[in-house]
Nanobody, 120 residues
Framework: QVQLVESGGGLVQPGGSLRLSCAAS????????MGWYRQTPGKERELVAS??????????NYADSAKGRFTISRDNAKNTVSLQMNSLKPEDTAVYYC???????????WGQGTQVTVSS
């Protein structure tokens, strides 16, 4: 069982930056693929970025909308994953969710979400 707690959301002006963090409890954090998803009302939750487990060298994957602006990283010693978001746009406004997927059995876990609002 993994519990995920996000932090770092808020209101930011277009062009600004935010850093989201996700703290994970439980064991074997390094054996989870970690991801950040986002969702707006009436739309499906979409992948923003993911970072592979230690067995896959921590490779990263980004949605086209995030490439060049967002950076995902993880600290396996601290059981955290972060999403640095730069050059934010109004269309980045959403609830952002942290996700963990076990590479052992595929179990999925979600955080409660954190609101990001990009507006002037």
């Amino acid at each position: 069982q993994v519990q995920l707690v996000e932090s770092g959301g808020g209101l930011v002006q277009p062009g600004g930056s935010l850093r989201l963090s996700c703290a994970a409890s439980g064991s074997f954090f390094s054996l989870y693929t970690m991801g950040w998803y986002r969702q707006t009302p009436g739309k499906e939750r979409e992948l923003v970025a993911s970072i592979a487990s230690i067995t896959n060298s921590g490779s990263t994957n980004y949605a086209d909308s995030a490439k060049g602006r967002f950076t995902i990283s993880r600290d396996n010693a601290k059981n955290t994953v972060s999403l640095q978001m730069n050059s934010l746009k109004p269309e980045d406004t959403a609830v952002y969710y942290c996700n963990a997927k076990s590479i052992v059995n595929g179990a999925l876990f979600w955080g409660q979400g954190t609101q990001v609002t990009v507006s002037s």
